[in-house]
């Protein structure tokens, strides 16, 4: 089985430009996760669809968005790009809305994203 | 509101070492505990996860992780450390009002095998 697909893998912009980043989660998950890897962090929680529902949403400005999608993929979408918006974004698909133990995170390799 | 801290952002051991990744927690609720491996230009893989189950906790390539109430803390160990180890590794913490979709991650630790 195909994992978690992200694309494209790179990716440069100028700054105050738009980027929209692609997401295909695992087949049979339905919920998506957005994370934001600055270099030399771990991390962060953007923002989380289920269902086509925003279920949760992290500390980020409304630059931020996302949606999902009917066959469950996702995009996540970023206005008026800043230097400080490069980073890798990862998304993570998941079986349920709520996982337990048994059902973790699946991760994608990430788009890495340079804002010059 | 949860929060791990990753004590050392760079660990070095000689191949065949015994390797020791420090992990400290804060958490207003018993958590649930990760360790995820990063390899270069790749995502995050599961090590392993402590969900109260039991304190010592095996993961996958040899990986161990004990959880310490008492220290509030979760280690990642591995007896013998092997070449294929060197990688960047991340303890998180989960919110427990999401399950295990908002992790909030450490700072991360990378860890190098010397031959």
């Known amino acids: 089985d195909a994992g978690v697909t992200q694309s494209p893998t790179h990716l440069i912009k100028t700054r105050g430009q738009h980027v929209t980043l692609r997401c295909s989660p695992i087949s049979g998950h339905k919920s998506v996760s957005w994370y934001q890897q600055v270099l030399g962090q771990g991390p962060q929680f953007i923002f989380q669809y289920y269902e086509k529902e925003e279920r949760g949403r992290g500390n980020f400005p409304d630059r931020f968005s996302a949606r999902q999608f009917p066959n469950y993929s996702s995009e996540l979408n970023v206005n008026a790009l800043l230097l400080g918006d490069s980073a890798l974004y990862l998304c993570a698909s998941s079986l349920h809305e709520r996982s337990s133990y048994n059902s973790p995170l699946h991760f994608g390799n990430g788009t890495r994203l340079t804002v010059t | 509101a949860q929060s791990v801290t990753q004590l050392g952002s760079h660990v070095s051991v000689s191949e065949g070492a015994l390797v020791l990744l420090r992990c400290n927690y804060s958490s207003s609720v018993p958590p649930y505990l990760f360790w995820y491996v990063q390899y270069p230009n790749q995502g995050l893989q599961l090590l392993l996860k402590?969900?109260?189950?039991?304190?010592l906790v095996k993961g996958i390539n040899g990986f161990e992780a004990e959880f310490k109430k008492s220290e509030t803390s979760f280690h990642l160990t591995k007896p013998s450390a092997h070449m294929s180890d060197a990688a960047e590794y991340f303890c998180?913490?989960?919110?427990?009002?999401?399950?295990?979709?908002?992790?909030?991650f450490g700072t991360g630790t990378r860890l190098t095998i010397i031959p």
């Open positions: 402590y969900t109260s189950a039991a304190t």
């Open positions: 998180a913490v989960s919110d427990p009002n999401f399950g295990n979709e908002k992790l909030t």
